[in-house]
């Protein structure tokens, strides 16, 4: 089979290895199509704190079932259109004994800290399998990963029913993420960012407001979308220090901050008007197989991605996915990887 490597930053070379078989508790899953995230743009310059090299990335697909170990039980069919998570956890320390494998103290994730999914054959554990419907298109099978972070950033916030909502940062997550919280009942939702493109795009998925806020300011974009009702939740998606700092300035007092965005640098935060506002500011991180399965059932209607969508590319020319991204910058949205 063909597998990607990544050597070091910018250098991926193409290996053709055996297949190895599924061991008893795995399945083995024919590799169909990947997504590039944020965070693999990161591995590919060498910013990502956490990845040694070499490393096969992908984490974000879709593909099918080849072949099922011996001791799985209720196995799925062969063929069968799936995904699976990628977190690797202990089980043993104490977040994963409170059920919140997701910040495990010893997380590993597949594409980062283990091996991904950038091969024709990928072998993983049957309970981190998830079933996607027949009827799935690639795109939504790659996609069912970056709605679950969406979905558990939404769930961190609790009840969005008739609640104005700010997202701040229009990019995948930041879209999806309003898109989810549209899906949960959100009364109304503005969308923020600095390019156009991205603020287009959101509008194209159904999103109430889009503003860009080189234009205007947070607190006039809020007044606009919302009146004199202002908001109460915010979800930060840009990673930017100047978008966390307008969000507690304009958030109504006693509102929410779920923390989305992966910052550069550690961010400065005005703490005085957070305890004098009693603003709450939370995080959030990956997500929980319930989330996964959600994210399938929000997927198979109720979200669209097919604006998020800008271009794909064969296996092979992985690399050249990174440069065009590289070469787009805000000018694009998602990119896919086609593997067979």
């Known amino acids: 089979m063909r597998q990607s490597i990544m ?22 899953i024919r590799v169909r199509q990947i997504g590039i995230c944020g965070s ?23 593909g099918v079932v080849a072949a099922v170990g011996a001791a799985v039980v209720d196995p799925p069919a062969i063929g069968a259109n799936v995904t699976a998570l990628p977190q690797i956890v202990c089980g043993t320390c104490n977040p994963c004994r409170k059920g919140r494998f997701n910040i495990c103290e010893n997380l590993k994730v597949r594409g980062f800290q283990a ?13 981190r399998l998830v079933p996607l419907p027949e009827a799935f298109s690639l795109d939504q099978g790659a996609f069912v990963e970056p709605v679950a972070v969406a979905v558990h950033a939404c769930s961190r916030a609790g009840d969005l029913s008739g609640r104005n909502v700010v997202v701040l940062g229009a990019g995948t997550i930041g879209n999806l993420i309003a898109q989810v919280a549209k899906a949960r009942g959100a009364g109304s939702v503005l969308i923020t960012d600095v390019a156009p493109h991205r603020l287009e795009v959101a509008r194209r998925s159904g999103v109430d407001h889009a503003a860009d806020v080189r234009r205007t300011t947070l607190a006039d974009a809020a007044r606009g979308a919302f009146g004199p009702a202002g908001f109460d939740l915010a979800f930060e998606a840009a990673g930017a220090e100047a978008s966390l700092a307008s969000a507690v300035a304009a958030i109504e007092k006693g509102g929410t901050i779920l923390i989305v965005g992966v910052y550069g640098k550690p961010p400065t935060v005005d703490m005085a008007v957070v305890g004098e506002h009693e603003v709450v500011l939370a ?20 979200i669209d991605i097919r604006p998020l969508v800008s ?3 064969d296996f092979a ?19 896919m990887v086609d593997v067979g």
């Not at 091996?115 to 309970?127: L, S």
């Open 317 to 335: 020319d992985w690399s050249d996915a990174y440069r065009y991204i590289d070469s787009n910058g805000a000018e694009i949205m998602k990119v």
């Open 7 to 28: 050597d070091a930053p910018g250098k991926i070379r193409f290996l053709d290895v055996p297949v190895a078989p599924p061991a008893p508790d795995e399945v083995q």
């Open 283 to 302: 995080g959030s991180m990956m997500y929980w197989k319930e989330d996964w399965l959600e994210a399938v059932r929000l997927l198979d209607g109720k």
């Open 115 to 127: 091996d991904g999914c950038g091969r024709e054959f990928y072998n993983v554990p049957a309970d």
């Open 311 to 313: 271009r794909h590319f």
């Open 40 to 62: 693999d743009i990161h591995v590919w310059h060498g910013h990502h704190p956490f990845t040694p090299y070499p490393v096969i990335q992908g984490h974000e697909f879709m």
